[in-house]
């Protein structure tokens, strides 16, 4: 997905960012922080840079509304996020990648590139395509560990309040791996 995303950006876009929600408490209160994971466009910045805190409502208005609604949000319904930097008369686009009919991250992505925008443009429906792979791909991903997790767990014994048994012949760190997931 990242692979496809940076090609798509070399093709028709300026600036992409992934953003993943990572769940934390602070002082008792549960914040859904939005941590950069990758990001193509910024110059030297670093992904890992892009944090956005929960209490930067500010500056997440167009990605809080896109993992909100679980719908794709453009410039024209909410302004662009301050990172963006983005100019008026270009579009910007922040689209949730769902897994279980969750939002587990968001993908921004803009048009402010040198040339004169295309009209009408093509690249915020292939946005919408790569995202909607993306979310199907980690549901996939996501069966299939829980699948596997639960097959350790019934391998070993654990079902139904039992004492876990020792590692499995697939190996410790798998075993340590799926009962971590199984939780």
Do not use: M
Request: proline share 7%.
């Amino acid at each position: 997905f990242v692979s496809q995303l940076l090609w798509f950006r070399k093709v028709r876009t300026n600036l992409t960012a992934l953003f993943v929600i990572s769940n934390s408490a602070v002082d008792g209160t549960n914040r859904r922080d939005l941590q950069g994971w990758h990001a193509a466009g910024f110059g030297g910045a670093s992904p890992t840079g892009l944090r956005r805190s929960d209490a930067d409502r500010a500056g997440r208005g167009l990605l809080d509304l896109a993992l909100a609604t679980g719908t794709a949000v453009s410039t024209a319904a909410e302004p662009a996020p301050a990172f963006a930097r983005l100019p008026a008369d270009r579009a910007g686009l922040a689209v949730p990648i769902l897994v279980g009919g969750q939002s587990v991250a968001v993908l921004y992505a803009d048009d402010a590139t040198a040339a004169p925008p295309e009209a009408p443009a093509s690249w915020p429906e292939a946005i919408q395509v790569l995202a909607a792979h993306a979310s199907a791909c980690l549901e996939q991903i996501t069966a299939v560990r829980t699948a596997q997790a639960l097959q350790q767990v019934s391998a070993s014994g654990v079902a139904g309040g039992a004492r876990p048994q020792p590692a499995s012949p697939a190996g410790p760190e798998e075993d340590s791996s799926a009962r971590r997931y199984a939780r």
